[in-house]
């Protein structure tokens, strides 16, 4: 093995054309930039969007509806989870604190307790909100419901 047997490893280099590198290599010159304007300078960028003036698609499209600054986001757990946490790891109160360790909820979320499924645990359960549904099982289950 000697320097002039040496390659790189197969598939480490890609063939592609440098630009910039003389006209002799066809990619001199401009260095397809075109010539003059915005562009063909070296730091330039677009914003996100553009379309060369031409009237872009988000404000093309029209706006429908209303979106309520005030919305209230919850994240809704819903009643055969919390049996299923209650069988798992044998609860007998579910908290903010119980839903986060068990990555049901994140730090900044309302909690609100949804009606699917079937409790028979006894429960304490704190959450942010509850619907009509969950209320009646959890307490038709012999538990309690305390609104944070």
Same mark, same amino acid.
Do not use: C
């Given at each position: 093995?000697?320097?002039?047997?040496?390659?790189?490893?197969?598939?480490?280099? #890609?063939?592609? *054309?440098?630009?910039?590198?003389?006209?002799?290599?066809?990619?001199?010159?401009?260095?397809?930039?075109?010539? *003059?304007?915005?562009?063909?300078?070296?730091?330039?960028?677009?914003?996100?969007?553009?379309?060369?003036? &031409?009237?872009?698609? &988000?404000?093309?499209?029209? *706006?429908?509806?209303?979106?309520?600054?005030?919305?209230?986001?919850?994240?809704?757990?819903?009643?055969?989870?919390? &049996?299923?946490?209650?069988?798992?790891?044998?609860?007998?109160?579910?908290?903010?604190?119980?839903?986060?360790?068990?990555?049901?909820?994140?730090?900044?979320?309302?909690?609100?307790?949804?009606?699917?499924?079937?409790? #028979?645990?006894?429960?304490?359960?704190?959450?942010?909100?509850?619907?009509?549904?969950?209320? *009646?099982?959890?307490?038709?289950?012999?538990?309690?419901?305390?609104?944070?």
């Amino acid at each position: 093995m000697n320097l002039s047997n040496l390659k790189p490893a197969e598939g480490s280099t #890609k063939n592609r *054309k440098r630009i910039g590198r003389g006209t002799g290599s066809g990619r001199g010159g401009t260095s397809t930039r075109g010539h *003059k304007g915005a562009g063909s300078r070296s730091g330039t960028s677009t914003k996100v969007g553009f379309e060369g003036g &031409q009237m872009p698609l &988000q404000r093309r499209v029209p *706006k429908v509806g209303f979106k309520n600054p005030n919305r209230v986001e919850y994240t809704g757990v819903n009643l055969d989870v919390l &049996q299923e946490l209650v069988e798992k790891f044998s609860l007998k109160a579910v908290d903010f604190d119980t839903l986060k360790e068990h990555g049901l909820v994140s730090r900044n979320d309302l909690v609100k307790i949804l009606g699917r499924g079937e409790l #028979k645990a006894k429960l304490e359960v704190k959450a942010h909100a509850f619907t009509a549904t969950a209320q *009646k099982a959890i307490e038709a289950a012999g538990g309690t419901i305390v609104k944070l």
